[in-house]
């Protein structure tokens, strides 16, 4: 789960203005101007509307935000994207960022809002979420030269959202006059200054239940607390994301000149195939698992980096690489055919790389397992090849204890293999240890999982 912090932008696709996941960069007013004429009054409300600077005239009552959104106007900020999943209870942040435009004589004033989730992004069939308007810091003595942020935070309890928008419904309130009629108060967009209005959400879990998809040189993505339930996609030159805590129980796959990536406490389980084909790469990154395959076939590579879990096989075909680094474990193959390596390297379970079968490479090709490592079954190099276990690695083809005894045959592909017959019982205690080890890795991927199920039965009602 993640927050969510929304911006306000210049655009207007429905009757709102839009917030968007992405910082508009350099402060600025909104454009077109929106806000207010407050002139020399210091008293009343006034509703916001969307790319307007509405009258002093309108500052007519107290009830503003009045708890209806105004479906014409447009008298609210609304959610990049309609939303499937579940806000936690924590505090939400509304930064109402102003300037004055045309004259600053003295004005005094501050923000009220609401927040609302509906299906319809123009606002109608909307249900208020907070109990009340809520009520933003004082900004004093406005300045044509500098912002100040009338800002809220609150905590409307924990909610849920089924392809729902969330909107925000503000209005201004005058208690300080200005001396002259054309006093005004303006938002600014833009956060290069951390002085642009937006929206700061409680963590947020989402619920993708179909396939999040993206065709041509598109992104398809899942950002932050997010689960998907079936396919993240992305075809041709494109990048299929899952990013931050995310989870994907089925396939996140892209092909083509594309990416297939699940980055940072990611876990991709049950069938789980991230594959790609062509000029691509398929990447598992940081505290990631991946259930099923983790391929890329062409010039391509199939990555798995810091403390990942590939299930089954991790290959690469062609000009290729296939690699497991930092604490990785392959429970599978990690196979590499061609001019190709196979690698797996650093620290896995209890400071091991670990390969259950065979670590191989065939023609011009090196197959290696580096660091504290383990090669289960097999480790081996065909052709003009190189099969190497380095530092503390136990398994098919150990290296030198310099304590004990050692012998040398002839290897495949006409290498050479160190053998220490005397650390034959060091090298099972040791191999056993680290099985035990990704047991408990297993078990703990099933008891994430049951998780996720049941997470996904509420989310269902059931």
């Known amino acids: 789960m993640a927050a ?38 210091s008293t009343n409300r006034s509703a916001y509307f969307n790319d307007t600077e509405r009258a002093a005239s309108t500052f007519d009552a107290t009830t503003y ?25 924590g505090n939400w942040t509304v930064n109402a960022c102003v300037r004055a435009t045309s004259s600053a004589t003295g004005q005094d004033g501050r923000m009220y809002c609401r ?16 109990a009340a308007a809520q009520t933003g810091s004082n900004t004093t003595d406005l300045l044509t030269t500098v912002t100040q942020n009338s800002s809220v935070t609150f905590n409307p309890g924990a909610f849920s959202v089924s392809a729902e928008y969330i909107f925000v419904q503000l209005a201004w309130e005058r208690f300080g006059a200005a001396s002259m009629t054309t006093a005004d108060v303006n938002f600014r967009i833009g ?71 699940a980055e940072g406490g990611a876990i991709v389980f049950a069938t789980f195939d991230l594959d790609e084909a062509g000029l691509s790469t398929a990447t598992a990154v940081g505290a990631s698992s991946a259930g099923g395959e983790l391929s890329a076939a062409g010039a391509a590579a199939a990555t798995a980096k810091g403390a990942a879990t590939i299930a089954s096989a991790l290959e690469a075909t062609g000009t290729s690489t296939a690699t497991a680094e930092g604490a990785a474990t392959a429970t599978g193959d990690l196979s590499a055919t061609g001019a190709s390596t196979a690698v797996a390297e650093g620290a896995e379970v209890g400071g091991t790389a670990y390969a259950s079968t065979d670590l191989s490479a065939a023609g ?25 276990l380095e530092a503390e690695a ?25 053998r220490n017959p005397w650390a034959d019982q060091k090298r099972k205690k040791r191999r056993q240890d680290e ?21 996904m039965r509420r989310a269902g009602g059931g």
Do not use: C, K
């Open 4 to 41: 969510l912090t929304w911006y306000l932008t210049n655009n207007s696709a429905s009757v709102g203005s839009d917030l968007s996941l992405t910082d508009p960069g350099t402060e600025a007013t909104r454009s077109p101007t929106t806000g207010w004429v407050v002139g020399t009054g």
């Open 394 to 418: 136990v398994g098919g083809a150990p290296a030198v204890d310099e304590d004990e005894p050692t012998s040398v045959s002839e290897g495949p592909g006409g290498g050479m293999w160190t």
């Open 115 to 130: 927040l609302f989730r509906g299906p319809n992004q123009d606002g109608s069939s909307a249900t208020e979420i907070t």
């Open 191 to 261: 956060n290069a200054s951390s002085l642009g209005s937006s929206v700061v959400t409680a963590d947020f879990s989402a619920t993708i239940t179909t396939a999040l998809s993206a065709a041509g040189a598109s992104t398809a993505t899942s950002q932050g607390g997010a689960v998907a339930t079936a396919n993240l996609s992305a075809t041709a030159a494109s990048t299929a994301t899952a990013s931050g805590a995310a989870l994907a129980e089925a396939t996140l796959s892209a092909p083509g000149a594309s990416t297939a990536t």
């Open 65 to 89: 935000p009045d708890g209806s959104l105004d479906t014409t106007n447009g008298d609210f900020w609304v959610s990049p994207t309609a939303l499937t999943g579940d806000f936690a209870s």
């Open 364 to 388: 011009s090709s090196t197959a290696t397992a580096e660091g504290a490592a383990t090669a289960g079954a097999e480790l081996g190099a065909t052709g003009a090849s190189t099969a190497t």
């Open 435 to 455: 099985l035990d080890e990704l047991d408990m890795l297993v078990i703990a991927q099933a008891a994430v999982q049951q998780l996720a199920a049941d997470h």
